[in-house]
């Protein structure tokens, strides 16, 4: 039989990313491999930092490769002077004029960017690991994002400035094609949408949304002519509804968190008066707040959004998902508070949201959740394992100093996260040794309420809080030290970050120390939120239920912490009250739980103990002591 002609498949060409196209032209550059491997590779997903040998290994057989593909389909010329030099030396050398050339004849060994590609295959390491940190592991994650976000997408990600944000957009969409998914058109860096001072004319037929800082209304819906207007002298100086409006919130002034609620409450309601129901909120009228009553439980999806700045034409009212109960309360019980104002000061005739009841929500038997506050075996472990992390060099290591001693701040104290974010160095005081009263660190805070405390801060607390100042350049011991307890270390290179920090303009490094200003309360729990991550990714060997409690632990969950444990120490109920900061001595008591606990191990006892007992009496048999019908003795106590 004659033999028959068999079709030989060759594998594919060997792919490489932009990275490793990097990292070549940097070893031929003559930049030593151990260095290549630290800038362009991730150590987490990659040997060579510990072995450069292998990565040495890689680049000759990738420039071979490159080699192989030019003399293929390069020029004569090129093709030529490669052979040359491989039968010269043994291999191509290549200088950096000559690499280039190997790179654009070699265009069909570039692998393709996919969407499902990890972002370590095309980003810089130090890039890739801010950005899987926050969630995004593949090049869809990171299209997915910024169309989520909008333009200031790279705020929420630590480390990816402006700039770096500006090439990586542009990179996603040159290779739309191989991605498959693109960067939505209105995702740039020059966001915000609407310049930073011009208004936003709300009106029903544009649908646009904008804050109430930067909100203005149509005549006919300013409420110039609200037919709820009073028809006497009034108080204030209001010509329209967002005078009046404003009028009532500069009476919170200095009170942040409470401004921010009413005013989040209030632009909320114009919004959906304006555009939803057409209405100005001077004319609403019981049937009005009825409906918004309901649109609160399942808001318009025009309405809601994931939160970004207030000053991105992205920014939406309400997050997804909606409110919850105890939050459609709190709105509806928020505004008829404003409007009782509203009709004191003689703005309005009458306040419609008094025929309102308001939503149903569930009694809670205990509203705290003292349930996610850690053990104290969990809480031993995470102490234990950030202390250890206090020597790690790098700029993970100076976030880990941050995180421990904002961990601390509310885990050993009892701080709000709020609270916590806001300290400054005068409000720590060291207080001598009195008698049998130890010397204690003493740290002032003004609480919910504008109610002055005094909270004792450990002395690991203290230790850790050194370390974070020594990162920071500042000295703890310094009498005139004024600076924020905990603040980031790195500063975005935005103007408003750099107004925030009390930065000159003429300073260009990022990293300068800020001086005037610490976390903000969302900056805070990003940093909270990531040391959990970060915990549970370090922390092994924990149980299945210590990691469902660690997983599920919030700032407020450390604060729970400090009351449980210090309860079950003994610590008289009263102290604690005045500690954590509380307005009632019946809110301190929920943390008295060692006394359930106890109840329930008695009782468990008790019941387990019962079939040996009928077994030794016998059910209905009398006992010889007392001539009575054995039954088990419950104590009154």
Request: hydrophobic share 40%.
């Amino acid at each position: 039989m004659a033999n028959q002609v068999q079709q030989l498949t060759l594998p594919p060409p060997r792919t490489y990313s932009r990275t490793e196209f990097a990292a070549l032209r940097a070893r031929v550059q003559g930049v030593p491999t151990g260095k290549i491997a630290r800038l362009y590779f991730d150590s987490d997903t990659t040997p060579y930092s510990e072995e450069p040998e292998l990565l040495d290994r890689f680049l000759r057989t990738m420039r071979d490769d490159l080699v192989q593909l030019a003399i293929l389909h390069g020029s004569p010329v090129l093709a030529d002077h490669l052979r040359a030099s491989i039968a010269k030396h043994g291999s191509a050398r290549l200088a950096r004029a000559s690499l280039q050339m190997v790179e654009q004849a070699s265009r069909l060994a570039v692998a393709e960017p996919m969407a499902d590609h990890a972002v370590g295959l095309w980003l810089r390491p130090l890039i890739a690991r801010h950005l899987t940190a926050s969630g995004i592991g593949t090049l869809g994650d990171l299209v997915a994002f910024a169309n989520r976000r909008g333009g200031s997408w790279w705020r929420s990600v630590p480390r990816i400035g402006s700039g770096r944000a500006r090439v990586i957009v542009a990179w996603l969409r040159r290779h739309v094609g191989s991605l498959g998914v693109t960067v939505s058109a209105d995702v740039d860096t020059s966001e915000p949408l609407v310049a930073p001072g011009d208004t936003v004319v709300i009106e029903p037929a544009s649908g646009q949304l904008a804050p109430l800082e930067r909100m203005a209304l149509p005549r006919a819906l300013s409420g110039g002519r609200g037919t709820n207007r009073a028809p006497i002298f009034p108080y204030i100086r209001a010509r329209h509804d967002l005078d009046a409006v404003r009028a009532y919130l500069a009476g919170y002034a200095g009170q942040t968190a409470t401004q921010g609620a009413y005013v989040r409450e209030l632009e909320r309601l114009m919004l959906w008066a304006t555009l939803q129901r057409g209405v100005a909120l001077s004319s609403l009228t019981v049937e009005d707040c009825e409906a918004y009553k309901a649109f609160l439980a399942a808001p318009a999806a025009a309405f809601t959004g994931p939160p970004v700045s207030r000053s991105s034409g992205r920014w939406r009212p309400f997050a997804p998902g909606g409110l919850s109960t105890d939050s459609q309360r709190y709105a509806v019980r928020a505004i008829r508070a404003a409007f009782d104002w509203l009709v004191d000061v003689r703005y309005l005739a009458g306040n419609p949201w008094r025929a309102v009841k308001d939503p149903r929500t569930v009694r809670r038997a205990q509203k705290m959740k003292i349930d996610r506050a850690l053990p104290i075996g969990l809480w031993t472990r995470v102490r234990v394992f950030l202390a250890g992390r206090t020597d790690s060099a790098g700029p993970q290591g100076g976030r880990w100093r941050a995180a421990r001693a904002l961990l601390l701040l509310m885990g050993d104290s009892g701080l709000r996260i709020a609270e916590a974010a806001a300290t400054r160095r005068p409000a720590l005081e060291w207080l001598p040794a009195d008698g049998e009263v130890p010397p204690t660190w003493l740290l002032q805070v003004i609480g919910k309420g504008d109610r002055e405390r005094f909270v004792p801060v450990s002395e690991e607390c203290i230790a850790a809080l050194q370390a974070h100042w020594r990162d920071r350049g500042l000295d703890f011991s310094a009498p005139d030290a004024g600076a924020p307890l905990v603040a980031p270390l790195v500063i975005p290179g935005t103007k408003k970050a750099r107004e925030k920090f009390g930065l000159d303009e003429d300073q260009e490094d990022g990293n300068e120390v800020p001086r005037q200003a610490g976390y903000s309360v969302r900056g805070a729990r990003g940093l909270t939120s990531w040391a959990i991550r970060q915990l549970l990714g370090h922390l092994t060997d924990l149980s299945e239920s210590e990691r469902r409690q660690l997983a599920r632990t919030s700032p407020h969950a450390l604060r729970h912490t400090f009351g449980t444990q210090a309860v079950a120490a003994d610590v008289p109920l009263d102290v604690v009250q005045r500690i954590m900061g509380h307005a009632s001595l019946q809110t301190t008591t929920t943390y008295v739980t060692a006394e359930r606990r106890r109840m329930r191990a008695e009782l468990s006892r008790f019941t387990r103990g019962w079939p040996d007992r009928e077994r030794s009496s016998g059910r209905g048999e009398f006992s010889e002591d007392t001539n009575e019908t054995c039954s088990p003795r419950i104590s009154s106590e």
